[in-house]
């Protein structure tokens, strides 16, 4: 049997189903934050499974945490594929843990099939991906391609004024039973999978995305500093309003942003409002911008915009502005495109080459070695919602292809 063919769709559909009951939320959704209780609940239930085929787990400084299936030649870099456990706050059920679940599900089809590879096969979870509770997203893989060091995260709080330093100290001492791993290594290849999130493989009635790069992703937070005052007392003109400058901030960030040909994509997704009561003027307005386009000039260009038409169209209000994440469109190797799109043409997949527009940790490995991603369909498109879904028989056939590919690079 190969290993292709020992991926069993029920079993990786009940691991899903089992980690979607970790965090459930109305509506099918799933509300995971990373370094949560929830999270390490979710973390311990994987590495039960991973050590029913004898995998061991280890976790390094950002708590990304490593499943290892060993290869023959101790000397061999490891082939790695993953991805991230961590939710959207309205989160569904695939984004992220599908990637780690077809990981497990393809390490256990090899030990199943009696494959042995040369190399060895780490299935990562990357921490913190989602930068729902903490930002940015992409923490651990940043800090484990050296990106940026895991200490510049440590003062980041949560929306209940907890720190990343501290978190991640009570995760780190929670699994303190795991051996230790250095951050950073030298994989010989990463290939994660992903449902794409988009409605592009659905729409034209294809199984396999091979994904060709990640578009570049800016992100900012607008803080918009005024007085507070009486609503019904003080004069329009003696005010210092922080959410009519943010209201006239926004419209002249839109005209920036403006795309006649809908590429670029712009998202005021975050506002924080003090003292948020009806009847007082707000001191204080703060606003997230998420910038993305696949071409670097034009997300340079644009983002690099953002403080002085923000300044410009403020009245009255202090402004701040700090960019909070900073990621170049990557293009992927074609050692790793090739290979998935090899996969899929003899698994008979109708596939179709494609670029992400979501970000994913792989985004920061792309330095680091030979990287590609592995799209799967997901119903509409609709993703960062609960009503995110993909069918069972799809997944089954993502992770298919990716146990021919780790199969393949696992001993080349
Ligand atoms: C990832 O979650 C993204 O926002 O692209
Ligand atoms: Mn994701
Ligand atoms: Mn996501």
Redesign the pocket.
Known sequence: MSQAAAVSEQRQWDRLMAMARIGAIPGDGVNRACLTELDRRARRLLIGWANEIGASATVDAAANLWLRREGTDPRAAAVVTGSHMDT?PNGGRF?GIYGVIAGLEALTALHDAGTTLRRPIDVVAWTN??GGRFAP?CMGSMAWSGCRRVEEFADVVDPDNVRFADALDAHLAAEADLPRRTLGSQPHAYVEAHIEQGPRLEALGRDIGIVTGIQG?RWFTVTLTGETAHAGTTPLALRRDAVQDMVRAIAALNALMHDPNDVLRFTVGRIVVEPNTSNSVANRASFTIDLRHPDKDVLLARGDAVAGVVQAAVRDAGVMVQETFHALPVAFSPLVIDAVERAAAEHRYGHLRLASG???DAQFVVPVCPTGMIFVPCRKGIS?NPAEYAEPSQLAAGTRVLAHVLAELGNG
């Open positions: 959207q984004d991906e989602e997203g992703s979501a970000f994913h960062h």
